[in-house]
């Protein structure tokens, strides 16, 4: 069975152009949540999203946006990016709030 | 706001030895995690913790949860080079909340 993929595996972009992360849950999962990690920092909660709704939001910039299609893979949409949104972004799939599990992640650098 | 410490932030420890990794949290939690991050990886799930009392072990590895003093530790025995890692410890409320990680460095 395959796992919580995620694309593009690494990214590199130049201040104020727009990203989108792309993360496709495993098979049966209906939620998808996504995080933020830092250099030398625990992840941070940026959404969740549970039947194609939004279900979370943790507290970042209305530059940061996603969204979950019919068939639950998910996208994660960055605007304007700034240096500071280099970090790995993870995308973690569940049943509902239970036993996530988390794909290989995108590693963003802003230029 | 669910907030999580760990403690300590960097561990070096010898091989053979034991160890433990705490995790406070502010509010209450319905079930912590445990992860493991190798560098430059993602997050391999180690553990679920979902009631007080709660305790599970794997390998050199052994987790215990405390809803009451909000408090689990992660606790290691004769550690081997191989555990060298950055553990996470995650309590949930609808989402995960993330502590700061404690990077494990065993030494032969």
């Known amino acids: 069975d395959a796992g919580v993929t995620q694309s593009p595996t690494h990214l590199i972009k130049t201040r104020g152009q727009q990203v989108t992360l792309r993360c496709s849950p495993i098979?049966?999962?209906?939620?998808v949540s996504w995080y933020q990690q830092v250099l030398g920092q625990g992840p941070q909660f940026i959404f969740q999203?549970?039947?194609?709704?939004e279900r979370g939001r943790g507290n970042f910039p209305d530059r940061f946006s996603a969204r979950q299609f019919p068939n639950y893979s998910s996208e994660l949409n960055v605007n304007a990016l700034l240096l500071g949104d280099s970090a790995l972004y993870l995308c973690?799939?569940?049943?509902w709030g239970t036993g996530y599990t988390f794909g290989s992640g995108t590693r963003l650098t802003v230029v | 706001e669910l907030k999580v410490e760990q403690n300590p932030l960097f561990l070096s420890m010898q091989e053979g030895k034991n160890y433990t990794i705490y995790c406070n949290y502010s509010?209450?939690?319905?079930?912590l995690y445990w992860y493991r991050q190798d560098p430059g990886k993602s997050l391999e799930s180690l553990f679920v913790?979902?009631?007080?009392?709660a305790v599970k072990q794997e390998g050199r590895l052994m987790a215990s949860l405390d809803t009451k003093a909000r408090l689990s530790t992660l606790h290691i025995t004769a550690a081997v080079h191989d555990l060298s890692a950055t553990y996470f410890c995650?309590?949930?409320?609808?989402?995960?909340?993330f502590g700061k990680g404690t990077k494990l460095t065993v030494n032969p």
């Open positions: 973690a799939s569940s049943l």
């Open positions: 098979s049966g999962h209906k939620s």
């Open positions: 999203y549970y039947e194609k709704e």
């Open positions: 509010t209450t939690s319905d079930r």
């Open positions: 913790l979902l009631s007080n009392g």
């Open positions: 995650a309590p949930s409320s609808e989402k995960l909340v």
